[in-house]
């Protein structure tokens, strides 16, 4: 993935919880750092299927790129197929 044109780091530096000074300084470090991503510690599942093979979560997760950070919320899916294979999805969202 190339992760200067990613949404997710173009959010992170534009809602730093660290406060970056200067838009240009942000979008050339997001150019130059490879981005970070952590998933929350806490994921909440929101619903179960009756057969219990599909179930849709939330939780949150954070880019970070040098002293730059952002968290996004984020809404996923994870299905187990009936040959056990696992399969994660995760609903768009937007910045």
């Given amino acids: 993935m190339d992760d200067g044109n990613n949404p997710l780091v173009s959010y992170a530096a534009r809602n730093s919880t660290t406060g970056k000074a200067s838009a ?3 979008s050339q470090d997001s150019k130059s750092e490879k981005p970070l991503y952590q998933l ?3 994921m ?3 619903s179960k299927s009756k057969d219990k093979l599909t179930v849709k979560c939330s939780g ?3 880019a970070a790129v040098g002293d ?3 968290t996004k919320e984020v809404t996923f899916t994870v299905q187990q197929s009936s040959d056990g294979t696992t399969s994660v999805s995760v609903d768009p969202f937007q910045f």
Wanted: net charge neutral; aromatic share 0%.
């Fill in 40 to 42: 929350g510690q806490r």
């Fill in 44 to 46: 909440v599942t929101t």
């Fill in 68 to 70: 730059i950070k952002a």
């Fill in 24 to 26: 240009d300084a942000t």
């Fill in 60 to 62: 949150e997760i954070s």
